[in-house]
C-alpha cells in the first residue's frame, strides 16, 4: 500500500562512437515507499542521473516500465509527472534577478499547479527550507547554501510525494550540508520517498534506508548500511567511506 514508485528493467541507451550502441542504463528495477530514502551510489558516468532522468521523464528510457502510485510513466506522463519533484541542483536553472518567490511561482506554473494554489505552495515550500524571510530578494544574491536550498523548495512546489536529490549537497560548506542533511530528514519523516544520489558517503551512511551500487548501468549490490561493508568484506565498524573504496574498482565501467 504505501509503494510509491515501482521501476522495472528499464534501460536507456545513447548512440555512440562509430555507430555503437553505448548503455548508459542498462536493467536497472527496484521500488520506492513511503517515507524511505534510497541512494543510488557509484562512480562518474556509472548512470545515476541518467537514471533519475529517465525515471523523473526528462528522458524517455529505451525500455522497461515506471509505475508512479499506480499511474503508468508512459500512459499517463502528465499526472504521474504531478507526483514527483526533481532536484539537480547546480547554479543554474534560476532567474538570478527574479525574487525567490516569483522564480518558484514560474516553475509552480511550468509543473501546472492551479493558479489559486500557486501562492500557498510556493510559500509552503519556501517555508520547508527555511528562505521564506528572504522570498522577496534577488536569487542573484544568495549563497550556495541557499540556493541549493531553493532547488529543493523547486523540487516540492508541486507538493509531490516523491522527491528526486541528484547531489544535493555537492560543493556546499559543512554548515550547508547540516542543513540539507536534516532537511531531507524531515521530508523523509513527513512521508516523502525520496530518490538521493551523492558522492559524500557520510549523506548516504546517514540517510539512506537502502543503498544501490550501480556500475556500468547495472546494478552490482542493494542492501542497507551494514549490507553494503558485509558485501565490501569490512568491518561493521568502518565508515561508509572505506567500505566504499574497497568496492569501487567493482564499480568501474568495462572493468
Ligand atoms: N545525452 C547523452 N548522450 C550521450 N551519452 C550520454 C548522455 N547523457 C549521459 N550520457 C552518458 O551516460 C553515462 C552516464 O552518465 P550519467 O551522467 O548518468 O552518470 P552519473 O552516474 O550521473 O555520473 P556523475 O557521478 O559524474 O554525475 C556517461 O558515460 C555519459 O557520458
Ligand atoms: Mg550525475
Same mark, same amino acid.
Given at each position: 500500500m504505501n509503494e510509491l $514508485? !515501482?521501476?522495472?528493467? &528499464?534501460?536507456?541507451?545513447?548512440?555512440?562512437? /562509430?555507430?555503437? &550502441?553505448f548503455k548508459a542504463i542498462d536493467g536497472i528495477s527496484f521500488i520506492l515507499h513511503k517515507g524511505e530514502v534510497i541512494s543510488f551510489v557509484g562512480p562518474n558516468g556509472a548512470g545515476k542521473t541518467t537514471l533519475i532522468r529517465s525515471i523523473s521523464g526528462y528522458l524517455v528510457p529505451t525500455n522497461g516500465e515506471?509505475? &508512479? +502510485?499506480?499511474? /503508468? $510513466?508512459?500512459?499517463? *506522463?502528465?499526472e !504521474?509527472?504531478?507526483? +514527483?519533484?526533481?532536484?539537480?541542483?547546480?547554479?543554474?536553472?534560476?532567474? /538570478?534577478?527574479?525574487?525567490?518567490?516569483? /522564480? $518558484?511561482?514560474f516553475f509552480a506554473r511550468l509543473l501546472n499547479v492551479k493558479e489559486k494554489d500557486i501562492k500557498n505552495n510556493v510559500l509552503n515550500a519556501l517555508e520547508i527550507v527555511n528562505l521564506l524571510d528572504v522570498k522577496d530578494k534577488y536569487v542573484g544574491s544568495f549563497s550556495k547554501g541557499m540556493m541549493q536550498r531553493l532547488h529543493i523548495a523547486r523540487g516540492l512546489v508541486n507538493q509531490p510525494e516523491i522527491l528526486m536529490l541528484d547531489e544535493p549537497t555537492a560543493g556546499l560548506d559543512v554548515e550547508s550540508v547540516y542543513t540539507v542533511r536534516e532537511l531531507i530528514k524531515s521530508l523523509k519523516e513527513a512521508g516523502h520517498g525520496i530518490i538521493l544520489t551523492s558522492h559524500d558517503m557520510a549523506d548516504i551512511e546517514t540517510l539512506a534506508d537502502t543503498i544501490h551500487?550501480?556500475?556500468?548501468?547495472? $546494478?552490482?549490490?542493494?542492501?542497507?548500511n551494514d549490507q553494503i561493508k558485509e558485501f565490501a568484506g569490512v568491518d561493521a565498524n568502518t565508515s561508509l567511506e572505506k567500505a566504499y573504496l !574497497? &568496492? !569501487? *574498482?567493482?564499480?568501474?565501467?568495462?572493468?
Open positions: $514508485l !515501482a521501476v522495472q528493467n &528499464i534501460k536507456r541507451y545513447f548512440k555512440g562512437k /562509430n555507430k555503437t &550502441i515506471i509505475e &508512479i +502510485m499506480g499511474l /503508468n $510513466l508512459a500512459q499517463k *506522463p502528465r !504521474a509527472r504531478q507526483k +514527483m519533484g526533481v532536484v539537480f541542483g547546480g547554479d543554474r536553472g534560476f532567474y /538570478n534577478s527574479a525574487s525567490a518567490y516569483d /522564480n $518558484l511561482a551500487l550501480i556500475g556500468g548501468g547495472k $546494478l552490482v549490490f542493494s542492501g542497507n !574497497a &568496492i !569501487a *574498482p567493482k564499480l568501474k565501467r568495462g572493468l
